[in-house]
């Protein structure tokens, strides 16, 4: 399954060096409908990411009922993303 979406930037204050883009409630619901053969445990989802021209590979987690898509602190030097800033995303999950 292929999705792109726009979303802007959050901080998640936890020991990882990520901001978070939340997937939008339209793409997630499309995620939700097939998160079981794509999970590989407690709702994590491996995905295939491209955000400008850094492509990247990450699970989504998930979050009050949607997604947030993880960027690495590498992806947010490559891009130039911080919090708050408003990006495009395009995701790839395999189902199984």
């Known amino acids: ?7 802007i930037t959050v901080e998640w204050r936890g020991p990882a060096p990520f901001v978070f883009a939340a997937v939008p409630d339209e793409e997630a619901d499309a995620i939700a409908a097939i998160a079981r053969s794509a999970t590989y445990g407690w709702g994590c989802i491996p995905v295939s990411v491209r955000i400008g021209g850094t492509d990247f590979t990450t699970s989504l987690f998930p979050r009050d009922g949607g997604y947030l898509v993880p960027v690495k602190a590498a992806v947010q030097r490559a891009e130039q993303v911080g919090v708050g800033d408003r990006i495009e995303v395009a995701l790839r999950l395999d189902v199984r």
């Open 1 to 7: 399954m292929d999705l792109s979406f726009t979303a």
